[in-house]
């Protein structure tokens, strides 16, 4: 069915008449007004519109003609037919065309020119047409049919000097050989593309209102989708959907094999094309996109680079596919039509296509191609050998989600393979599904009894995974151990094995062994050539660098993460996002605010919407620490850190993010006036490190803010002799600035000089300054006390003095005994408690605690308390 049969009739030498509703187009009317209309220095005269069958020209030039002519300008219309080829006869066409135009005077002025057979005819209908002085527009629809070389070349000549006064528009399948590039250079001709002419998603709407449909925007958007705008397919659904008692239900098969459409593109589309042109189209369909090898591949034959040439010279429904040079595609609705095709020739002529397509896009290192088509195939041999192949590498450069789809999609032979199994429990495993992952591992034995190598390695670097958030490490780790770690012939498994060898060792708290695995794997994923695996050891290796105090290496190693990420194309990696977050952690403890807060905005907004919930966890911590100094509702963001500091319900984080981060998180609890949520963390840190010098600090940290100093003193004694391990550096540093600040309260300058040595002495070599600046006014007294008695350390005092923030206490605000009292209410000991501790009588107490309220403006003992740290007063 072409454009012509739905039409009612079709005149040569008219205007052409539908007796459909016409979708008046306005954007390309009014390109066509311009392009027509513009100033004679400027001057367009040629307007070509080049498209595929069903495009809508002949519709939209009508259109547009009609709308042009009731203006004023005279419109004159050709439509060229296969006998027009010879100069006499298209003389004759575009002759008649002109006189029935309806202007009298462009006929009255035909009349003086000599007989069409004269040399001189074309030049003289140029001057008179010419000498009339008034617009006058010629189109020449269906100009594809011109191939008369003396036609085509008389035809150029005359556009090429035509007066400025007549414009020509040439529409066609395919830009017929006329000299225009002349024409192009000076900038006379305007071109209208394919996708210029296909319908906007809001022209389509008008089309199917016009014949009665109101399609809901989802069903519109996937038909839209389908016909990508292409006139005919939109009318031919139009059509369909209007018989159709359920237009959903019609949308999802409407497809290049639905007898209406198939019809169409078998009478206007390949009629045309002779068998060799048909032959490649049908089997060069097999793939979405294509290229000119991969073309010769299918058919067999040498020729594609013409075949396509061809194909784009016909206007085809063929295009290059954007941003990909050498790329072809078919139109959606042609290639379903054609894969429908090459269906028809049997299952072997299909499969053998699909695998040829396969082997192609493997060799070309397009895994993901050759999976779906060696899937398409049907072989299932050849897919569990090809996953075999690439699905790790697919799995550790995040499209575990591909080959999950390809299983869910392959038989179940496929499916019940054991090496498949593994390959499954991998992708779900990256993707943060443990319950899928240990569903497909099964039991806690071995798929296999005797299982190769590869698989045997494989299998145990999962189910140490899965022990890292279930438990069991070490007893996993071991059995990984047992076989050859990083030998195993696979580069990418190599790589794999030895980052989980680390990261367990990092679960384990054991630091310097996960090291040296992670520096191992490091250099297998880099020389096997496994981005992702490295950017992930690069990532974990900051980290331990973190943990271990090295603060100058891991900014070293996240600089290399960061550059490594943005040259590979990774910066929506979950591990680059890591590395910046664990940068960030470096600039908040040696406080350096602006470089922490850039990281942050970038790293933290990226790690909440990952599919690990430990690392959302970590994400949400850290980021709420570190917003915490600078937030204008600290409550709030101290909310958010117990929220997500607790271990109750999820997953582990590693112990050297614990240890650092417990004390801060105390600390912003306490400044909050939150004693119970502070008292706690104590107990959770011990629930994820057990026994070690962490928890006894924030236990002595709560023992001095409850004034009780010998008790804080006592707690801490086996941590400052070693006879209590510390995880993280950073908390012996805390360690020995309480023991100076004990002191120097108990004005034992000695002892609070040598425990403050003992404390800038470890924080020195890493500028590990957090611990200084939160140590608040007490400890600037205490370096302002010993300053010039320090010795070699007297310049790191003066830095770590420099970064204890001051105190904005609002003078004049509470008087001497509301501020005394003040200090005590973050104790929550009853007022007759402090009474009895500042010698007061209870109401002496109340009197003062009600003038507190009023200044700070506030209603309670907490809400006294948080304002109080707002304002600098506590």
Partial sequence: ?????????????????????????????????????????????????????????????????????????????????????????????????????????????????????????????????????????????????????????????????APTTLRTIVAGRYEPPIALHRLRLEGRVRDFSIHELAFTEEESSILFSEHGLAL???????????????????????????????????????????????????????????????????????????????????????????????????????????????????????????RAEVGRQGRCAVADLELTAAAWFADAHDSVSALEHTLHAGDGPALIALLEQCGLRLVLGGRGDVV???????????????????????????????????????????????????HAVLEDCLRLQVSIHSGGIENALEVLQADPVGATGNPELDAFALLQEGMAEVYLGRLE??????????????????????LQTLAALTAVACYQGRFTDMADLAQRADAYGRDHAL??????????????????LRV????????????????????????????????????FETSGDQHSVASTIRDHAGPEGSRPIPPGATAIVAPSVQRAFLQVGETSWAGRVAAFTAAELGTCGEVVLLDGAMALHNRRADAARRALAPVLSGAVACVADTTRIRAWLMEALIAHGRHESGSARAALAEAMTIAEPQEILRPFHDGGEPLRDLLNHHHGRLGALDDFATRARSVIPHATVATGLLTARELELLLELPSWRTAEQIAADLFVSVNTVKTHLRGIYR????????????????????
């Fill in 1 to 161: 069915m072409s454009v012509a049969n739905w039409d009612t009739y079709r005149v040569r030498a008219q205007v052409p008449t539908y007796a459909h509703p016409v979708i008046r187009r306005q954007r390309l009317l009014d390109e066509l007004t311009v392009a027509m209309t513009t100033p004679d220095a400027t001057a367009t005269t040629v307007a070509l519109l080049c498209a595929p069958v069903g495009s809508g020209k002949t519709m939209l030039l009508a259109d547009w003609a009609r709308s042009a002519a009731a203006e004023g300008p005279t419109v004159a219309w050709l439509t060229v037919e296969e006998h027009d080829n010879g100069r006499i006869a298209f003389r004759a066409a575009a002759r008649a065309a002109l006189e029935n135009s309806g202007n009298i005077r462009v006929a009255e002025a035909l009349r003086a020119v000599p007989p069409i057979e004269s040399d001189q005819f074309p030049a003289a209908v140029a001057e008179v047409l010419g000498a009339l002085s008034e617009p006058i527009w010629m189109v020449l629809d269906d100009a594809h049919l011109l191939h008369d070389p003396e036609t085509l070349d008389e035809l150029g000549t005359f556009l090429r000097w």
């Fill in 216 to 338: 809901d925007s989802e069903d519109h958007t996937r038909i839209h989708a389908c016909t990508q705008g292409w006139a005919a397919g939109l009318r031919l659904a139009a059509i369909s959907l209007a018989q159709h008692p359920d237009p959903s239900a019609m949308i999802a098969d409407f497809t290049g094999d639905s007898r209406m459409v198939a019809d169409y593109l078998v009478n206007e589309v390949l009629d045309s094309l002779a068998d060799e042109q048909r032959n490649f189209v049908v089997e060069t369909s097999i793939p979405d996109t294509f290229t000119a090898e991969l073309a010769e591949q299918l058919t067999g034959k040498v020729n594609a680079h013409r075949q396509i040439e061809a194909l784009e010279r016909a206007s085809f429904l063929i295009e290059r596919v954007p941003g990909s040079a050498g790329w072809y595609r078919y139109h959606p609705l042609l290639r379903e039509y054609l």
């Fill in 404 to 454: 999950i789809d390809i299983l869910d999609r392959a038989s179940p032979s496929v499916r019940d393979d054991a090496s498949m199994r593994l390959l499954r429990a991998a992708a779900e495993l990256a993707r943060g599904n443990d319950a899928a992952a240990t569903s497909s591992l099964g039991v806690p034995q071995r798929i296999n009894d005797d299982p190769p190598l590869q």
């Fill in 513 to 534: 062994p996960a090291r040296r695995h992670l520096e191992d794997a490091l250099s297998t994923a880099a020389a096997a050539e496994v981005p992702a695996v490295t």
């Fill in 571 to 588: 910066t929506g990696d979950v591990y680059f996002s890591l590395a910046q977050l664990f940068a960030a952690l470096g600039h908040y």
């Fill in 592 to 627: 350096e605010p602006e470089s922490m807060a850039l990281l942050t905005s970038e790293a933290v907004p990226a790690l909440l919407i990952c599919p690990d919930p430990t690392i959302v966890r970590a994400a949400a911590c850290f980021g709420a620490v570190f917003d």
């Fill in 855 to 874: 200044k700070l403006d506030v209603s309670s003992r907490r809400d006294a308390i948080t304002e109080a740290r707002v304002r600098g007063l506590l």
